[in-house]
């Protein structure tokens, strides 16, 4: 979802290639944290007068399913959102019985402001062994990465905790924004401008969605997201496009709140058909 992994096999024949084939494309869809963003200033993103996200994050849990060029991959996709007793967790994760990916952050949040504390991912599966991880050490404005060591900028956010971070640009209707995110080898920077609102339909129903494009500088690399404005704009679809001849969407099977006291409508636990408003 955050950490792109670039494809090495020839993509000219890929639409011929069986479906276990395609299964490693899948991390170019889910891994380019993507998934979602970050926060634009050192002090966060003071929501305006009317906007309604909420202080505190609400605990959830979504699933997804992955379409390689139109091609149902029977691989599942979770992220799930709980408040541990020091700070938030985020956990996402997409595996089956041949591979598994897998990322986790711990971050502070307060009102739309996310300060995270540690950062790892780990994929495992066709020949790939891989991991990272980093320490934000905050006392000494210290990124201590598996593979860097560097400088904090004061504004730096994780490749997980910057998707909370979108949720409020989104609210906030910003046009364009962009955000320091620390990599386990180094500080990237990821831009993003905000798409026309639209009504996008998933298998857990169809929502009005906002939508953000992610800037890459390499020719034929795309990202587009959906968040829905009923689920606090939770990411509902992703659309990816590593080159011409690869193409992935993860979109939203199911989406529940953890706690029943944060569910603002009862039929959006079980994730079901919310009509665009």
């Not at 305006?48 to 139109?70: D, H, I, K, M, W």
């Not at 541990?84 to 502070?108: I, T």
């Not at 990272?132 to 956010?157: H, M, N």
């Amino acid at each position: 979802m955050i950490l792109p992994l670039y494809l090495d096999q020839d993509h000219r024949d890929v639409t011929a290639t069986p479906r276990l084939a395609l299964l490693p494309s899948v991390f170019s869809l889910l891994l380019i944290h993507s998934t979602i963003v970050t926060a634009d200033t050192a002090q966060g993103i003071a929501a305006p007068a009317g906007t309604t996200f909420p202080e505190a994050l609400p605990e959830v849990e979504a699933s997804y399913r992955v379409v390689v060029n139109g091609i149902p991959l029977g691989l599942n996709a979770m992220i799930r959102l709980t408040q541990e007793p020091d700070n938030y967790q985020l956990h996402f994760k997409v595996e089956n019985r041949l591979f598994r990916h897998e990322e986790v952050a711990q971050f502070d949040w307060d009102n739309c402001v996310a300060k995270p504390h540690h950062y790892r991912h780990e994929s495992v599966g066709f020949g790939i062994n891989r991991g990272g991880e980093i320490v934000f050490d905050w006392k000494t404005r210290t990124a201590k990465g598996s593979k860097a060591v560097y400088p904090l900028v004061a504004d730096a956010l994780d490749a997980l905790s910057v998707a909370m971070v979108a949720r409020c640009n989104m609210a906030k209707a910003d046009s364009a924004f962009s955000y320091h995110v620390a990599e386990p080898d180094g500080l990237d920077e990821y831009q993003y401008r905000s798409l026309e609102s639209e009504t996008i339909k998933t298998p857990a129903g169809e929502w009005m969605a906002t939508g953000l494009e992610r800037d890459y500088e390499e020719r034929g690399r795309k990202s587009r997201f959906w968040a829905a404005r009923e689920l606090d704009y939770f990411m509902i679809r992703m659309d990816h496009q590593e080159n011409p001849f690869v193409r992935g969407r993860i979109e939203l099977t199911d989406f529940r709140y953890l706690n029943e006291e944060d569910t603002p409508n009862p039929a959006l636990q079980a994730g079901s058909t919310v009509s665009s408003r």
